[in-house]
C-alpha cells in the first residue's frame, strides 16, 4: 500500500492541466495534450524520496527526478547553481526555490521547459527558465522579478533554436504566478511585432502522495515518451502543411541570458 502523505504544508504538489499550443503563421495550427507537471522545493527532494515509494531523487523508480537533468546538468545540487546565477543580478538567496518539470517515468524524461521559482516572503525575487530542444540543446533565461510585478511578466529575445519551423527572429513574453491551487504559465511569442504562437500549461493541484502518482501513472501512460512522439507527430503535421523547416543556426557560446 502507498505511504503516508508528505507532510500537509509541504510545497511539493502535483498539477494535472493541459498543455496548449496554437500557432497563428505562415499556417495555422493548434494541438492540446493532457499531461501533468510536478512543482518540486529542491530543498524536499531528499525527504520526498525517503517518503514516497513511487519516487527517487537521483535513483531508478517509476518516478524520479535526477539533478543532473537541470542546472549545471552535471549532477551538482541545485541550490548553489540558481543562487550564483542570481548572485550576478545581486538578488539574495531565496528562501525558497520551487521547479516545475515533468519527472523521469522509468528513468525516462524530456522536458521542453523548466521553471523554477524563486520565493522569499512568498514573494517572487526571480523566475528562471530553463528551456530545451530535442536536438540535445539548452539556455536559461534569468528574470529577476520587481516587487510590483504581479503576475510576473517579462520579455525575452530568444537565444536557442526549440522549433525548426520557427526562425530565431523571435521574441517570448511569459506570464506566470506563485502556484497555488492553480499553477498557470503562458508563453507568447511573436516575430516582427507579429503573434505568432502562444503555448500554455494550465494545471490544477494535488498533493505530491504515492495516491495520486499511482493515479498519474495509470491516467498518463508512459508520459514521458508521449511527449517525445508528440513534438514529432505536430512536427510532421506542419511539413504537410508546407511550414519551411529551418536549419540549426550555431550554438551559442553561453547557455544563459540576464533579462
Request: proline share 6%; net charge positive; hydrophobic share 40%.
Amino acid at each position: 500500500m502507498p505511504r503516508n502523505d508528505v507532510t500537509e504544508n509541504a510545497y511539493s504538489a502535483i498539477y494535472h492541466g493541459i498543455v496548449r499550443h496554437a500557432r497563428y503563421m505562415p499556417k495555422k495550427h493548434r494541438f492540446a495534450y493532457k499531461v501533468f507537471s510536478l512543482l518540486l522545493d529542491i530543498d524536499e527532494l531528499d525527504a520526498l524520496s525517503e517518503k514516497l515509494r513511487l519516487f527517487s531523487h537521483n535513483r531508478f523508480n517509476i518516478f524520479g527526478f535526477r539533478t543532473s537533468d537541470h542546472g549545471a546538468k552535471d549532477g551538482s545540487p541545485l541550490r548553489p547553481f540558481i543562487e550564483n546565477l542570481l548572485t550576478e543580478k545581486k538578488i539574495k538567496a531565496p528562501e525558497r526555490i520551487l521547479i516545475m518539470c515533468y519527472p523521469r517515468i522509468f528513468g525516462y524524461v524530456f522536458n521542453p521547459i523548466t521553471v523554477y521559482y524563486c520565493l522569499t516572503n512568498n514573494k517572487i525575487s526571480a523566475m528562471i527558465y530553463e528551456v530545451n530542444n530535442t536536438f540535445g540543446e539548452d539556455h536559461i533565461y534569468v528574470v529577476p522579478i520587481n516587487k510590483s510585478d504581479r503576475p510576473a511578466k517579462h520579455d525575452r529575445i530568444k537565444q536557442l533554436h526549440v522549433s525548426p519551423f520557427i526562425s530565431m527572429d523571435a521574441e517570448y513574453s511569459f506570464t506566470t504566478d506563485i502556484p497555488d491551487e492553480e499553477l498557470k504559465v503562458i508563453i507568447r511569442e511573436k516575430s516582427n511585432g507579429a503573434p505568432l504562437l502562444l503555448a500554455s500549461f494550465i494545471g490544477q493541484r494535488a498533493p505530491l502522495t504515492d495516491k495520486e502518482l499511482f493515479k498519474a501513472f495509470f491516467g498518463y501512460p508512459l508520459m514521458t515518451i508521449k511527449i517525445v512522439i508528440g513534438i514529432h507527430y505536430e512536427a510532421l503535421r506542419l511539413i504537410l502543411k508546407g511550414v519551411r523547416y529551418i536549419n540549426r543556426p550555431s550554438k551559442l557560446s553561453s547557455r544563459i541570458t540576464y533579462l
